[in-house]
């Protein structure tokens, strides 16, 4: 399944705000990633139509079992990448952003590679 950046980024903020707070509104998403609520409205609707995420009659989001395991896919991508990277001795700072564009990019193949390699090394 193919499924856009912005997407997975969604779903990945849920997830996080979900572990963080327990519960998830379009503002909780809005403020975590910095872009408007509108934005995010939009978003949630597409998400809901595509089956990745519920939204309950308070407006609480909540990821379905397809919509969790991409966020749970990215999220691993990201924590994996940013300790490698920090690992390296690069910045945690600047090891988040770089982690954040290639958890989207990156193959499955590449990454279990390097996620085996680093099992070995850290």
Known sequence: M???????????AILIIEKDKGKVRSIDIARHLGITKPSVSVAMKNLRTEGF???DEKGL???LPPGKEIAEKTYEKHITLRDMLVSLGVDKNTATLDACRIEHVISEE???????HAKEKL
């Open 2 to 12: 193919i499924i856009r950046e912005s997407a997975e980024d969604y779903l990945e």
């Open 53 to 55: 995420i519920n939204v």
């Open 61 to 63: 989001l909540s990821l």
């Open 110 to 116: 590449s990454f279990k590679a390097l996620k085996e």
